[in-house]
């Protein structure tokens, strides 16, 4: 068995705990929306058609903010055909799908407060541009005494709903987004549109449409084109990746490597532009999409027939996925300075850690369980950890560090999260925590992979063997696992 070690310092302060780290996506597409949050009729729905299931799942699991309304879809939606009592059937042409548009704006918003999440909207920047993304933030943020404010108040919302954060389109470097754009094309236009919004609601937080993915070709070029047209309008970047196992277990326990070198990237990428144009502001980054993916088994619906509400890439998540998706938890953490927001991909049924059958239940997949404990438990500051680990040799990333970990410090204690990446050996982990003042082990949570990475079902127990020894945290991480450990301070 191999040893770690890591030495954790109040002194040694990335940044504080975002509680915006924590965010999910709905998009409609497939059954996300209709048959996933929203089914009238349904033994569980409330009053305006909201599963209460999925909601008390919603809440159970952290979420705390929601990109809504894509994704591929938001470009060609229209945004009015979501409001009020006239609601016109469309072709979706990003999923080939009907939309009937009886789930929109007022309803997402609705659904966000009985949830307990801050919304995230998307403006279509694909099939349309400056005026409407105006006229919608008119309609969402604006009191009252102009055509769309009052037009909301018409539609029974009285005050207006104070959104902040808004993304400028979505994937707009992808030649499968409806109105794909040239970097110089998006980037003039975000700009432009960012411009009339801010003088709609100067309080707007603002994200700018970053690259697909680190393999498109354009990548980097295309983040540098766009940031200098619009920096000084935006507040964020995206970013979005997806991953598999695809035949390399290895590989895919080490993938938020790929991770961390993709936003390390877009970092250096931004602050070159900041350098380029003089500036003293930084642009932070928005990992709005991020998640495991099957990607390789998706045939697209080119050739489909347009239906409602298909069942569209519901994959059913192993042990090996929910150690993975807890890594990139750690991930998005060890970047809290630049990275502000992040939203896993999706929240129900769409690649989701919450499926639903309609009319029946509603279930937790296995990824849900280290988002819903990392969610509960890093709060306050994420600290510097910079552990000692072994290294392993991956056919897909190269070396990867066998140990992930992060901590966070706040009034009550210390969470220390890690993850073994060897699908095949234990690692012994030594945490100095002296530094921290003393402590007690108050909860341990563990989620092995190693046995079965490729169980469908999986149990969270206490990490057994997890120990304080004079000052210093002792614990046997088993193989692909993830775990979390809860210390808290004595009390007076």
């Known amino acids: 068995m191999k040893n770690a070690r890591l030495t954790l310092d109040p002194a040694f302060e990335i940044a504080p705990v975002n509680r915006r780290l924590f965010g999910s996506f709905v998009e409609h597409m497939g059954r996300c929306v209709y048959t996933g949050i929203f089914e009238p009729g349904h033994p569980r729905a409330d009053e305006h058609g909201f599963r209460t299931d999925v909601l008390e799942l919603t809440r159970e699991m952290g979420v705390s903010v929601v990109r809504y309304p894509g994704g591929n879809f938001v470009s060609g939606y229209r945004w009015e055909d979501g409001v009020g009592p006239d609601r016109p059937t469309r072709l979706d042409l990003a999923w080939r ?60 919302v009285a005050e207006p709903y104070g959104i902040k954060l808004w993304c400028l389109g979505n994937e707009m470097d992808g030649p499968w987004q409806i109105g794909h754009k040239t970097a110089e094309e998006y980037g003039r236009l975000a700009n432009e549109t960012a411009r009339a919004m801010r003088l709609v609601d100067p309080g707007v937080e603002l994200v700018l449409c970053g690259s697909s993915n ?37 590989s895919f326990l080490a993938a938020a490597v790929d991770m961390d070198r993709f936003i390390s990237s877009v970092v250096a990428t931004a602050d070159h532009v900041r350098a380029k144009l003089r500036r003293n502001k930084s642009i932070k980054l928005s990992f709005d999409e991020w998640n495991v993916w099957n990607q390789s088994r998706f045939e697209g619906r080119e050739q489909g027939d347009f239906d409602e509400a298909p069942e569209l890439i519901e994959d059913t998540f192993t042990a090996a ?26 929240l129900a049924n769409i690649i ?43 056919a897909r990333y190269g070396e990867a560090a066998q140990l992930s970990s992060v901590a966070t410090l706040d009034e009550e204690g210390v969470t220390v999260i890690a993850v073994n990446r060897s699908a095949h050996e ?14 007690r082990v108050a909860e341990t949570h563990l989620l092995a992979a190693g046995a079965d990475p490729h169980a469908t079902e999986v149990a969270v127990v206490p990490l057994a063997n997890a120990r304080l020894d004079g000052g210093e945290l002792r614990a046997v991480l088993p193989a692909a696992s993830w775990s979390l450990i809860r210390l808290t301070f004595p009390k007076d």
């Open 97 to 156: 799908q009907i939309e009937t548009n009886r789930f929109g704006l007022n309803e997402f918003m609705t659904w966000t407060r009985r949830a307990g999440v801050e919304p995230m909207m998307a403006v279509n920047l694909g099939t349309r541009g400056i005026q409407e993304a105006c006229d919608l933030l008119e309609y969402a943020n604006h009191a009252s005494g102009t055509h769309w404010s009052d037009l909301r108040v018409k539609h029974g």
């Open 214 to 250: 680190s393999q498109m070709p354009t990548f980097g070029a295309w983040e540098a084109t766009v940031l200098e047209h619009a920096y000084d309008a935006v507040d964020y970047l995206s970013l979005h990746a997806y991953y598999e196992e695809n035949g390399d277990l290895d």
């Open 321 to 346: 996925d929910a150690v993975v998706v807890g890594d990139f938890l750690i991930t998005l953490l060890r970047h809290a300075d630049r990275v502000s927001v992040a939203c896993q991909a999706q």
């Open 352 to 394: 989701a850690p919450i499926r639903t059958s309609p009319g029946g239940p509603a279930w937790r997949q296995t990824i849900f369980h280290p988002f819903a404990l990392t969610a509960r438990h890093a709060r306050g500051t994420v600290l510097r950890v910079e552990p000692r680990s072994p290294l392993l040799d991956t």
């Open 426 to 439: 234990e690692l012994d982990l030594t945490a100095d925590l002296r530094s921290a003042g003393p402590l």
